[in-house]
C-alpha cells in the first residue's frame, strides 16, 4: 500500500530564507507526483508536476525535483515571502492520487 | 486549459438531509472523477472513483448507500449525502482526469456544514 509522508509537518520562517520540504512515498511506481499549495479553508492550487521520467521541473522560485528509485522528492522555495505561507501538499500519481500529511508554512515578515 | 467547476461552494444543512454537491469539467470530457474528503487539518482522502456511465468504485471505509455518486455525462459527476449527520461535516473535493491523461484538475470544494 502507497504511503506518502511529508516532513516537516509545519514550518516558521522570516522571510527571505530558501526553504525544503520533503516528501517520501513507500511504493515507487508511480505515473507522476504533484506538489500543491493549499490556503486555509479553500482548495488546491497545482504548483508543479513531475512526470515519473523526469527528474526536476521549475516555475519562478518553485523547484521540484523527483527521485523515483529512492521514493524522495523535494520542493525548493527560493527567497520566501509572507505570501507562500499556506499548506503545501505533495501527491504520488499511482492511477489514483495519494496525498501526503501536507506541511503547514508559515513565512513572517 | 483544463477547468473544473464545483458547486456549491458551501452548504449548511439540518441533521437528516441530503445534500447534492455537482462537479462539471467546462472545457474538456472527463472520462474519471474523483471525490475527496478532507477533515480540519488533515491530508485529502480519496473516497471514490468515478468513470462515466459505470458504478463508482469505492474506498475502503465509504459506505456506498451513505455517499451516492452519479457519473451520467463526460462533463458532470454528482456527489450526493444521504441523511447527513453532524460527523459527515467535512471539506469534499473533485478532481477530473481527461481520457489518455494522468493529470487530475481540481475543484475549488464545498464545504459542508451539518447542523
Known amino acids: 500500500k502507497q504511503e506518502v509522508t511529508q516532513i516537516p509537518a509545519a514550518l516558521s520562517v522570516p522571510e527571505g530564507e530558501n526553504l525544503v520540504l520533503n516528501c517520501s512515498f513507500t511504493d515507487s511506481a508511480i505515473y507522476n507526483l504533484q506538489w500543491f499549495r493549499q490556503d486555509p479553508g479553500k482548495g488546491l492550487t497545482s504548483l508543479l508536476l513531475?512526470?515519473?521520467?523526469?527528474r526536476e521541473q521549475t516555475s519562478g522560485r518553485l523547484n521540484a525535483s523527483l527521485d523515483k528509485s529512492s521514493g524522495r522528492s523535494t520542493l525548493y522555495i527560493a527567497a520566501s515571502q509572507p505570501g507562500d505561507s499556506a499548506t503545501y501538499l505533495c501527491?504520488?500519481?499511482?492511477?489514483?492520487?495519494?496525498f501526503g500529511t501536507g506541511t503547514r508554512l508559515q513565512v513572517f515578515p | 486549459g483544463a477547468v473544473v467547476s464545483q458547486h456549491p461552494s458551501r452548504v449548511i444543512c439540518k441533521s437528516g438531509t441530503s445534500v447534492k454537491i455537482e462537479c462539471r469539467s467546462l472545457d474538456f470530457q472527463a472520462t474519471t472523477m474523483f471525490w475527496y474528503r478532507q477533515f480540519p487539518k488533515q491530508s485529502l482522502m480519496l473516497m471514490a472513483t468515478?468513470?462515466?456511465?459505470?458504478?463508482?468504485?469505492?474506498e475502503q471505509g465509504v459506505e456506498k448507500d451513505k455517499f451516492l455518486i452519479n457519473h451520467a455525462s463526460l462533463t458532470l459527476s454528482t456527489l450526493t449525502v444521504t441523511s447527513a449527520h453532524p460527523e459527515d461535516s467535512s471539506f469534499y473535493i473533485c478532481?477530473?482526469?481527461?481520457?489518455?491523461?494522468?493529470?487530475?484538475?481540481f475543484g475549488a470544494g464545498t464545504r459542508l456544514s451539518v447542523l
Open positions: 468515478s468513470n462515466e456511465g459505470s458504478k463508482a468504485t469505492y
Open positions: 478532481s477530473a482526469r481527461r481520457l489518455g491523461e494522468n493529470i487530475q484538475y
Open positions: 513531475i512526470q515519473s521520467s523526469q
Open positions: 501527491a504520488v500519481n499511482t492511477d489514483k492520487l495519494i
